[in-house]
Every structure is written in C-alpha cells, then in structure tokens.
C-alpha cells in the first residue's frame, strides 16, 4: 500500500489515454449522469449532495498539501493555491454550498474550460495508476467539472451573455496579480512566467509573452464556445432570456 504514496514513485508511469485515463475519464461521465437523475428531487437530497462534492473537494485538495508537506516538497514557489483549478477548488466548493451565482459563473466558465484540459491533459508525470496522485488528479479536476455542471442542470443555474465578459475582466485581473506574485517568488502560477517543464497544450503555441496572447484568445473562444447553447435558447425563446 505505502509504495503508491511515494514521493520517487517506481511503478508505472501515467499513460495519456490509457486503460486506467480512459476508465477515470468514463467514471467522471457516469458519475454526471447519475448526478442528473437529482433533478427535481428534494432541497435536502441536493443540499447533501452539494455538501458531499464541497468536503471532497477540500478533503482532497488538503490530502494533496499534506503529502507535499510530508515529502519535503511544499514551497511558496509551486503550492499555493494561486493556479486555477487550486483556486476553483476552494472557491467553487463554497459555492456549492452558498449557492453564489458569482461563483457559479466562474465555475461554469473557468471550471469546466479549465480542468477539461487538465482531464484530457493531466500533469500526472510519473505517477500512474495506482498512485495517490493518479486518484487526487482526476478526483479534483472532475469534481471541479461536475460542480459546475450539477449546478447548471440540476440546481438550475445559467450563465448569461454578461457573465462570459465579466469573467474574462476578473480573470485577467487577477492574471495580473499572479503576474506580480510570480515576479516576487520567482515561481510560475497560472503558467504566465514560462511555460510548464512537462509536456502540456502550451507547447503548440509560440514563446513567451505571445503565448499569453494565444491562451487570452483560447480563453474567449472557450467561453463563447460554453455559453453558446444558451444563446441558441435564448434565440429560440427570446422571453426567457434572463437580464444579468
């Protein structure tokens, strides 16, 4: 059992789209449709539900500090929660249980846009099935997606045509923070500093600072591409469309 907790993990390492990616990815899709079938069922049933993604959530991203803390291996430079889905980790648990709409656009948007990525992409290096990392990995980034969409399908949340441009201000606003930040720590949070040491989607795109531009246009083109079925309801039933 410890091995699979090891910091100099000797085990297989994560395989992209294999057997053990696939069945996590297919997992996080089942685990959305049973989720669903909470639609229309009783305040308490989903407040339960709501609080159960929320503790995960935090349970899992406080695991993942500790065994950073156990190995020797948190440092300002590459553990606070400054990158997004750390972020959206605590923020989008708090608003699972609140039911802040503010919180649910960036959930919506940063959420699902985000930690697909990281879903489809994870930095999990060498640590492959069965390593804690493997399960903290997809436990965190799936319950990210599927706060979001939960939020959105079954407790009846919508982004609106303002949303999609409020987020993208206040994400780079903060953008600019973390900027500041990783100037005074020398780290690289948000992956604005350089790009990452490991092989990611950032590779394709040109060197640094352009690539900043290429990830602000993927950014747009993302949100668009997420509020794009409610701007096709809202076209089709323009009296349903809601004002903020």
């Not at 972020?87 to 649910?104: E, I, S």
């Not at 303002?162 to 780290?187: E, Q, T």
């Amino acid at each position: 059992m410890f091995p699979y907790f090891d910091y100099d993990y000797t085990g297989a390492a994560f395989e992209l789209f294999g057997p053990a990616h696939l069945a996590a990815l297919l997992l996080i899709v089942l685990l959305n449709f049973v989720l669903l079938r909470l639609k229309g069922s009783t305040e308490t049933a989903r407040h339960n539900i709501r609080w159960g993604m929320a503790i995960i959530l935090w349970i899992n991203e406080i695991g993942w500090h500790t065994w950073h803390l156990y190995w020797g291996e948190w440092t300002l430079q590459t553990m606070l929660p400054l990158h997004l889905c750390s972020v959206l980790v605590w923020v989008g648990a708090l608003g699972l249980v609140t039911k802040n709409y503010t919180v649910y656009e960036f959930m919506y948007f940063m959420g699902i846009g985000g930690a697909l990525q990281a879903l489809l992409t994870p930095d999990a290096g060498a640590y492959g099935f069965p390593h804690y990392k493997f399960f903290q990995t997809f436990i965190s980034h799936g319950l990210i997606i599927t706060s979001a969409i939960y939020m959105t399908l079954v407790e009846g949340f919508r982004p609106t045509w303002k949303s999609v441009w409020r987020v993208f201000l206040w994400m780079n606003l903060y953008m600019g923070i973390v900027f500041a930040i990783n100037m005074a720590l020398g780290s690289n949070y948000l992956f604005i500093a350089h790009k990452p040491e490991t092989a990611s989607i950032l590779d394709m795109l040109p060197a640094w600072p352009w690539y900043i531009l290429y990830i602000e246009a993927i950014g747009i083109l993302t949100c668009l591409l997420l509020y794009m079925p409610f701007a096709l309801r809202d076209w089709r039933s323009p009296q349903t469309q809601p004002a903020a």
